[in-house]
Structures are given as C-alpha cells and as structure tokens.
C-alpha cells in the first residue's frame, strides 16, 4: 500500500470516529500489524495527517485525533456533504430542477472543460430540522457522472458518486463570501430580500486531478455556523 493511500484509509477511519473513545491513533507496530504496510508508510501518513492538523503529537505519549467536527457546524474541510454534517435524520433535499445543458461562457471556464460539454445542472433546496438551511446551484460533469435522476439528487450525491460510479473525490476548493439574496433565493430559503447570505463556492477534484463538479452554495446566514481545523507552526 501508498503512503497516499494509507493516509487516506486512516482520515477515514478517523472521520468514521474509530479512535473517538481513547483520542489516540494505535501505535507505529500496531498500525503495521493491523494493515500489513510498512514503518516508512506508516511514518509518511502520519506525517501528512499532522501536516493537514488531523493529528497532534503528544511527546512520550504518542499521535492524538483532532475532532474535525463541531455539533451544528459545517466542515470547511475536506469535500463537500451536509449529509456527514448533519446526518440523514436532520436532512432532508428537495431537487428543484434537473436539466443537461451545455457549458458555455463562465460555466465551460470554471468546470474548465470546452464550450458545449455536457454538464448537469441542479437546484436543490436543503433543510435541516424540516427549515430551509442552503439553497444549492450545482454543475456535473456528464462525462464523469455518467447519469443523474431526482431520487439521486435529493440523496447524497457524493455516497452515489462513490459507491455506485465509483468516483475517488479527492479534494475541493473553497471561497466563502457574503452577498444579498435576490427576491427568488430569498423567497425559498424563506428570507427577507436583501438579507444576507454566506456563500461558499466549492470545486470538487477526483482523484487524478479532474473537476467534476462546481457548487454555489447560499447558507442560510441565521442558523450556518462553520468549522475548520488549523495548525500553528
């Protein structure tokens, strides 16, 4: 097994909150026993574990998990998912519309594909607790996605992505910023026009580098809390 690989099979272990119940990740001879791997890559994941803040040295004591999540709050790291932030039970989708268009102008530029590539394009509407929470525009990759139906967009579509096309989302982008809702983004996120709303725009990766999917996410400001992990060095 990569290194790479190994890291990514230990953040998913820890996000799973396999290690919640000590707060520390098994020993160097252990993971190596465990997984069959050797000291090199071991010492090489977890090196990129603490690189990203996933992880923190206790001197004499060993590797300690940072809790990457904060009841309430949204994960400003890693891919996009409400549903890991909140869970099925709070969460509920709405698909407002589902149409195949071509990319053209700024679209074509931001998916970084040619004019004319055929994209999906959503409109969700996301609750949490039965009240709208985000009102999501989102673009698809035809050529990698492959396929989009209503009951795949008011599910997760990153789980379906993964476990039925089989994608390796790899990692997204960010930019979070602030603009007043119009009448008909305020109207369903049940808003006043002119409030405000966070934005967080995300362009998600595969893992050779490829994006398949751009999102306009606008949270609403009166509930949407966010969490990120950083490291001082």
């Known amino acids: 097994m990569k290194t790479q690989e190994f890291a990514k099979l230990l953040h998913q ?6 290690y919640r119940e000590t707060g520390k990740l098994p020993t160097e001879d252990e993971l190596i026993a465990t997984y069959g791997v050797t000291r090199y890559c071991v010492r090489g994941a977890v090196s990129q574990l603490v690189s990203l803040g996933e992880l923190y040295p206790v001197q004499g004591s060993g590797m300690y998990v ?5 009841e309430g709050c949204l994960s400003v790291n890693g891919v996009p998912g409400l549903t890991a932030d909140f869970g099925e039970g709070r969460l509920r989708t709405e698909a407002k519309s589902i149409e195949l268009i071509g990319a053209t102008g700024d679209l074509a530029k931001r998916m970084k594909c040619a004019e004319g590539t055929e994209v999906y394009q959503l409109l969700r509407l996301r609750y949490v607790d039965e009240k709208p929470f985000d009102l999501e525009y989102s673009w698809y990759l035809k050529s990698i996605v492959r396929y989009m139906n209503r009951e795949i967009a008011e599910g997760s579509i990153y789980r379906y992505l993964r476990e039925d ?3 390796t989302i790899a990692f997204s982008d960010k930019i979070m910023r602030t603009e007043k809702l119009g ?5 369903l996120l049940g808003l006043p026009e002119g409030d405000p709303a966070l934005i967080v725009e995300d362009d998600a990766y595969t893992s050779n580098c490829q994006l398949f999917n751009a999102s306009k996410n606008l949270y609403d400001w009166t509930r949407a809390k966010f969490f990120t992990l950083s490291q001082i060095k």
């Open 66 to 70: 940072r809790e990457s999540k904060r």
């Open 13 to 18: 272990s820890i996000e799973r909150g396999e």
């Open 165 to 167: 096309v089989g994608i």
């Open 183 to 187: 009448a008909f983004d305020a109207e």
